[in-house]
């Protein structure tokens, strides 16, 4: 079952890494403002700025647990760290990312 795990976290780093961009931020707010989606849309844009300020890791690990739905325990098996630095770097992703979100927020 670990197998299957491992495979996964490879195609998602391969996922992100071929990746590319292809509006700037400027754009996708212009077009969002002459939509009237602007809240919703613009929390997203917020979210996902926010987001990209996370390492690889960080998003993996964020992605299994919240996404894939992986248990921690098996998390830990797949970096072999405890659950418990599982459970602190979660909540310390989680936390940096609400100050983020607070610090865009507030431009």
């Known amino acids: 079952m670990q197998y299957l795990?491992?495979?996964?976290r490879n195609l998602f780093r391969q996922h992100y890494r071929d990746q590319t961009i292809t509006y700037t931020l400027e754009e996708q707010r212009d077009t969002i403002l002459s939509d009237n989606f602007?809240?919703?849309?613009?929390?997203q844009i917020?979210?996902?700025?926010?987001?990209q300020k996370l390492?690889?890791?960080?998003?993996?690990?964020?992605?299994l647990r919240y996404v894939n739905?992986?248990?921690?325990?098996?998390?830990s098996g797949m970096?072999?760290?405890?659950?418990?630095?599982?459970?602190?770097?979660?909540?310390?992703i989680l936390k940096r990312i609400r100050l983020e979100l607070e610090v865009l927020e507030n431009e």
């Open 5 to 8: 795990y491992t495979i996964a």
């Open 38 to 43: 602007e809240q919703p849309l613009l929390e």
């Open 46 to 51: 917020t979210l996902r700025d926010a987001l």
């Open 55 to 63: 390492s690889p890791e960080e998003k993996e690990l964020l992605f």
């Open 69 to 75: 739905e992986v248990p921690v325990p098996v998390i």
């Open 79 to 92: 970096y072999k760290i405890s659950r418990f630095a599982v459970y602190r770097k979660l909540k310390n």
